[in-house]
């Protein structure tokens, strides 16, 4: 029995699944490069109150999720940093923070790595999980959000993802989120004892949340009340979302529209987006997105548009239809008929990897037999076999694992022959 176990909602990655992260990352960072945005690596940890301002302090993540650390410290300081839960609020912390807008007036960034929740974990939702995600920084135009979901659908579809649906919606600008949730509360309040004690306190507390609800009576009672986007949305929000619908239509971007949409952070304003995969079950989205006008003036900076996605790594590898098999293993292994020709097969190993050769051997000084069985499990292409005469011979036996065929080389002629093969 182990002793310790990984904490609970995390998880260990290994062998051929990293392989899978690893491949989805590279094929990320293609794409973005494709779309000319830059790599940001933001901490892990960020002052608390970036979140509480950023996210809204009526938010789940921030009532109930965030990570706080304790640390010695002073008493006022003891508590002022958490694990953070996303990654739009620490991005624009460092946009502002750095005064890149003098520079970037218009930026684009992506980032990948972990995020952290404290969430009830079950499947799909983990406590530390991963994101890949982008920010376009500086922009108002809707060519903006055109571009940031253009360019989640392109990274979705390079993945190998199938029969997913993309939603969207517009909350409109603050002046118009505000009359939503005087619409709905005129709406709601009648039946009120109807809704999930969730829901009712939400009634006070966050209304737009109560459209999010997976409560099937809560749904119900939203769906029911038939609010179109000209009763809360201006001209000029009404006039966006309408563009941005035509040219995801030019461009045949497959949506769905839906008017209960509105994402779990209190920085959203105008578009807000999700991808959703019915082999999910309930909590079916795999990553969304939207635009928060608001927040770079919030946090210090400049006035601007701002619009950004996250895809959930985790989640997506749950849904691609076709994961990318393991390449080879390694391509060649040492072997030696007796532990006295370690030294010899020691020198040889660290010579052929400064020459660029990927090489193994086995450390546990075991029968030929067994060395071979360890080359067998490594997947190795050749395997070099260094014995008695091969020593005092100053020769090597190569062995091509794929037809079991040997030869003997001397130095020289092992180096042409394995860099043909490799470059073949």
Known sequence: MPIFKSPKGTRDIFYSELYHWQVIESRAREIFRRY???????????????????????????????????????????????????????????YVEHNLYKDWPVAKFFYIGPMFRGERPQRGRLRQFHHIGAELIGSLSFYADLEIIMLASQIIKELGINNYKMLINSLGCNQDKERLKMLLKEKLLGGKEKLCEVCQR???????????????????????????????????????????????????????????????????????????????????????????????????????????FALGMERMLMIIDNLPSLEEGIFIFIAVTDKLFYNNAISLLYDLREKGFEVDLDYRFGSLKSQMRRANKLKARFCIIIGKDEVEKNFFTLRDMENAQQMTLGYQD?????SKQKNA
Do not use: M, W
Request: charged letters at 30%; aromatic letters at 10%.
């Open 414 to 418: 092992l180096l042409a022959y394995l």
């Open 202 to 308: 939400r009634l006070h507390t966050n209304i737009l949340r109560i459209l999010d609800c997976k409560n099937e009576t809560c749904r119900k009672l939203v769906r029911e009340l038939r609010i179109d986007k000209e009763d809360y949305l201006c001209e000029e929000c009404l006039a966006h979302y309408l563009n941005l619908r035509q040219q995801l239509e030019k461009f045949k971007v497959s949506f769905k529209e839906d008017p209960y949409l509105v994402r779990g952070l209190d920085y959203y304003t105008q578009t807000v987006f999700e991808f959703v995969h019915p082999s999910l079950g309930a909590q079916n989205a795999f990553g969304g997105g939207g635009r928060y006008n608001n927040l770079l003036e919030e946090l210090g900076g400049v006035r601007g548009g701002c619009v950004g």
């Open 36 to 94: 000319n945005y830059e790599e940001i690596a933001t901490p892990i940890f960020e002052d608390k109150k970036l979140f509480l301002r950023g996210l809204g302090t009526q938010t789940e993540i921030v009532e109930k999720q965030l990570f706080i650390l304790k640390y010695a410290a002073q008493e006022e300081e003891k508590e002022k940093f958490c694990l953070r839960p996303e990654g739009t609020a620490p991005v624009v912390r460092a």
